[in-house]
């Protein structure tokens, strides 16, 4: 069954050889117009440095990433990838650029506008310290804002991102600490009020009440002042973080190529040869549906294996090909044809007029007569 459809199959195309590639040339030449009428792109492209820690982060050891088998490149790689496909970091970019007047018109010019960011903005490795942002636009002012804003909102995601703790560390022990400073002086102004009414006196040693709560009220001054001091200890230290935050954030990203504007637009080679692949790719569809059409509705019988198949039937003889078979040269049709056999005088004249009476007699009847 399979050899009959692939004979089938073959038959089908070699019938209408020219004919089927008819759909693959059409769309070549398509390609060809398509690629040639198609508006040119502008790149605009930007590189970012990206180190492990700063000199602040590696001498206050405040905040410790610990340990990853991923560069810092690969970590803020996935990071812009990633931070890509939310709509939050795209709104926030856009607002660095011309797009934004788009944002303005709607719910589907704002879609729109943001799929087009998307689509336009992409982020590499090209080292182990090294991210090129790479911005792609028909307008070359519009691909350099979208290089420097995705550049920018990243930036300013992480420096954000880190001092989020910090901040909430801060506003936490800010309610904290006048709460602790009032505690404290509470304590102590009790300590002054006690010793301004029970002095020391002149002779002897205070009464062990008078020690007792003397020594009461001095714990709980210590304990205010211990809790103040740690409170106090803490908010210097969110305060550090959150400026070592920012420097991790200001020396660890480092803008090394800010994106230009582009002056000439870019044919990328591999755009082209994906564009000519998609033509491509449909012609020979088109031409392999036409041939498995053919072959489906062709339903005479062009070999012998189909009448086996469909009849159940022996095949006897076939009718040969003449097209295939080679013309014969003179010399050997004389050959091969019979010549007539030499016949007495007499015979011949005995022939002539059974002959030519047999002109009009049928096809039979001249036999006998020639006989």
């Not at 007495?344 to 001249?366: C, D, F, K, R, S």
């Amino acid at each position: 069954m399979i050899r009959l459809i692939i004979l089938r199959l073959f038959e089908s195309y070699f019938r209408h050889r020219w004919l089927n590639l008819v759909p693959i040339v059409v769309l070549l030449f398509a390609a060809s117009g398509y690629i040639a009428l198609s508006k040119p792109e502008y790149i605009s492209i930007g590189t970012l440095y990206v180190q492990k820690a700063s000199l602040l982060s590696s001498l206050t050891k405040i905040q410790d990433d610990g340990f990853s088998w991923r560069t810092p490149t690969q970590i803020a790689v996935n990071e812009v990838s990633e931070l890509l496909q939310t709509d939050a970091f795209i709104r926030s970019a856009i607002k660095k650029t011309d797009l934004e007047a788009e944002m303005a018109r709607g719910p589907d010019a704002i879609t729109t506008a943001m799929d087009s960011f998307r689509q336009s903005v992409q982020v590499q490795m090209v080292g182990d310290n090294l991210i090129e942002f790479i911005a792609r636009n028909r307008d070359p002012k519009l691909a350099q804002q979208l290089a420097s804003a995705t550049i920018e909102a990243y930036t300013q995601w992480k420096l954000n991102a880190d001092q989020q703790e910090s901040a909430v560390a801060q506003s936490f022990f800010a309610e904290v600490i006048p709460p602790y400073q009032q505690e404290l002086q509470r304590a102590r102004n009790e300590l002054k009020t006690f010793l301004e009414t029970h002095p020391q006196p002149l002779r002897g040693e205070r009464l062990p009440e008078e020690q007792v709560q003397i020594a009461q009220i001095q714990a709980a001054i210590d304990l205010a002042s211990t809790r103040l001091e740690n409170a106090l200890d803490k908010e210097e230290s969110a305060r550090l973080a959150q400026s070592q935050a920012e420097s991790n954030v200001r020396q660890n990203y480092l803008v090394i190529d800010a994106p230009t504007l582009p002056s000439k637009p870019e044919r990328s080679l591999k755009t082209i040869v994906l564009n000519a692949s998609i033509f491509l790719v449909i012609g020979v569809f088109l031409s392999g549906a036409g041939v498995v059409g053919g072959a489906l509705l062709d339903h005479s019988f062009r070999f012998a294996l189909d009448v086996r198949s469909a009849l159940d039937l022996p095949v006897l003889a076939l009718v040969p090909d003449l097209r295939q078979i080679p013309a014969a040269t003179p010399a050997l049709q004389s050959e091969a044809s019979p010549q007539p056999a030499s016949l007495p005088t007499h015979q011949l004249e005995a022939a002539e007029p059974a002959t030519a009476q047999g002109e009009n007699l049928p096809v039979g009847m001249i036999d006998q007569v020639a006989a």
